[in-house]
């Protein structure tokens, strides 16, 4: 998390052990929940065509300082989902740092606010 983490915020280190502790127990094999990842990435293709049909409120979070999947990526996606919300972090890499929780909690409460009723299509 040293390398993948956001630099413009403090490293809890003892709680990325835990959770490093946490998810190694879960999977004997961590590199077996990676390399399924990994696969169903490959296997899907370019979704990015696809996000025009989203009929629901969208809302993108991204870390401009994330060193594995650039801001552009973020950028992107929310231009192809018609009328989503783009957020960038300042100093956020590829985690969610505790001090950005309340103000990401407030984006999602937001965006809960704007779901209608009965809504139960994502995509058309």
Known sequence: MRILGSPGYPLDEAWWRHAAGVSYDRDSSPAGGEMRQSAAAGATGDLLPRLAAVNLPTLVIHGEDDP???PRAAEEIAAAVPGARLVLYPGMGHDL??????GIADELCALAGRIQPGREDAMG
């Open 97 to 102: 740092p505790r001090e950005l929780w309340a």
């Open 68 to 70: 594995m999947i650039r």
